[in-house]
């Protein structure tokens, strides 16, 4: 079984700021895991994923996500936020085989003050 | 390219009446999938098609729930005698599909709001 954990719900900081947004997964096979943003009243909006090669990837938007097998994380972060950031972002996990769905964590709602 | 569009936005229902949703895929995308969200459940899949055939709906409810794409244009979520815990937004997407394996990457509509009363 695939779980998905975010362990923060709000993330609040100022804008330039930098930030990141923690994800740690579990599962024991070869996975996806992604990113998602969600703006109020919108539906999801993919970010960045992972499958394998550079740990580092890089998505819309200057943000990044770096995995870590030994911590089983795969952290999102952003150098200097805007406000436009504000938003919920999803952290996802999908099996490499198997069923294509996409399990998602709790989200962490990202707010850019000015 | 339009993106994924679903209709209606918003939808306000009596309890016992049916609901149905509709999903248009992004052209060329040949897996689609559902997902309801709610603030208590958060996002919870519901079923997937790959190439309009049904492929795992290991997330929907046995009873009054089900999901069809009759075209590669189009698939529809009906729920039958709605209940006021089916309220939430219903969120499709739509993925790529190449050399046989799904890119992991979904498209996602804005979402329909179903509100039973």
Not at chain 1, 2 to 31: K, M, P
Not at chain 2, 17 to 37: D, K, M, N
Request: net charge neutral.
């Amino acid at each position: 079984t695939q779980t998905v954990s975010q362990s923060d719900a709000h993330v609040t900081v100022f804008e330039g700021d930098s930030v990141e947004l923690r994800c740690n997964y579990s599962y024991g096979g070869s996975i996806y895991l992604s990113w998602y943003i969600q703006h109020h009243g919108h539906g999801l909006q993919f970010l960045l994923k992972y499958y394998s090669g550079n740990p580092v990837v890089q998505g819309v938007n200057g943000f990044e996500a770096e995995f870590s097998k030994s911590d089983s994380s795969f952290h999102l972060r952003k150098a200097s936020v805007h406000w436009s950031d504000s938003a919920v972002y999803f952290c996802a996990v999908r099996a490499s085989s198997g069923s294509w769905q996409l399990i998602f964590g709790s989200g962490t709602q990202l707010t850019v003050m000015p | 390219n339009a993106g994924v569009i679903q209709t209606p936005r918003h939808k306000v229902t009596g309890k016992g009446q049916e609901a149905t949703l509709w999903c248009e895929p992004i052209s060329g995308h040949s897996a689609v999938f559902w997902y309801r969200q709610t603030i208590v459940q958060g996002l919870e899949f519901l079923t997937y098609f790959r190439n309009q055939a049904p492929i795992d709906d290991s997330g929907m409810p046995k009873e009054r729930f089900s999901a069809q794409m009759p075209n590669q244009s189009h698939s529809t979520l009906k729920i039958q005698s709605t209940q006021p815990q089916d309220s939430a937004v219903y969120l499709c997407a739509s993925s790529l599909v190449l050399g046989g394996q799904g890119t992991g990457q979904l498209y996602f509509g804005e979402g329909s709001k179903l509100t039973v009363l």
